[in-house]
């Protein structure tokens, strides 16, 4: 996806393969500076799915979660943010570590970010 192109509209980004979201967020990252930016998700990915250095100087760890039904799909859940943050900083050095979806949080994930303090930042794309 090139980078000019990432106005989407939610039920676009529903529409798209899991990867292809992967790679709207790889670019959305070099869209704000992070020029490494790349794509790593597959098997064996240990919870990573896109990894980058900001401007800053700070390695982003995000774990990408496509729901094709957005919303209305399943909801991301704390074993998912629990494995990204168990993995982020001794495999991937991360200073931060983002979890990013198109559709929804468990009623669970918000507390479990919070008691995470500034360790697991969660970010759903509504529009």
Same mark, same amino acid.
């Given at each position: 996806?090139?980078?000019?192109?990432?106005?989407?509209?939610?039920?676009?980004?529903?529409?798209?393969?899991?990867?292809?979201?992967?790679? +709207?967020?790889?670019?959305?990252?070099?869209?704000?500076?992070?020029?490494? #930016? !790349? %794509?790593?998700? =597959? &098997?064996?990915?240990?919870?990573?799915?896109?990894?980058?250095?900001?401007?800053?100087?700070?390695?982003?760890?995000?774990?990408?979660?496509?729901?094709?039904?957005?919303?209305?799909?399943? +909801?991301?859940?704390?074993?998912?943010?629990?494995?990204?943050?168990?993995? #982020? !900083? %001794?495999?991937? =050095? &991360?200073?931060?570590?983002?979890?990013?979806?198109?559709?929804?949080?468990?009623?669970?994930?918000?507390?479990?970010?919070?008691?995470?303090?500034?360790?697991?930042?969660?970010?759903?794309?509504?529009?």
């Amino acid at each position: 996806m090139q980078q000019r192109a990432l106005r989407l509209a939610l039920p676009q980004l529903d529409e798209l393969h899991h990867r292809a979201f992967e790679y +709207a967020i790889r670019d959305l990252m070099r869209r704000d500076g992070c020029t490494d #930016a !790349r %794509q790593i998700g =597959g &098997a064996g990915d240990n919870g990573a799915d896109v990894l980058a250095t900001d401007p800053t100087g700070r390695t982003w760890v995000i774990q990408v979660k496509h729901r094709k039904d957005g919303v209305c799909g399943s +909801a991301v859940g704390t074993p998912d943010l629990q494995r990204v943050n168990g993995t #982020a !900083r %001794q495999l991937y =050095g &991360a200073d931060i570590v983002l979890v990013v979806t198109n559709g929804r949080f468990s009623a669970r994930c918000a507390p479990l970010a919070a008691r995470l303090q500034a360790a697991l930042h969660l970010a759903a794309i509504l529009v």
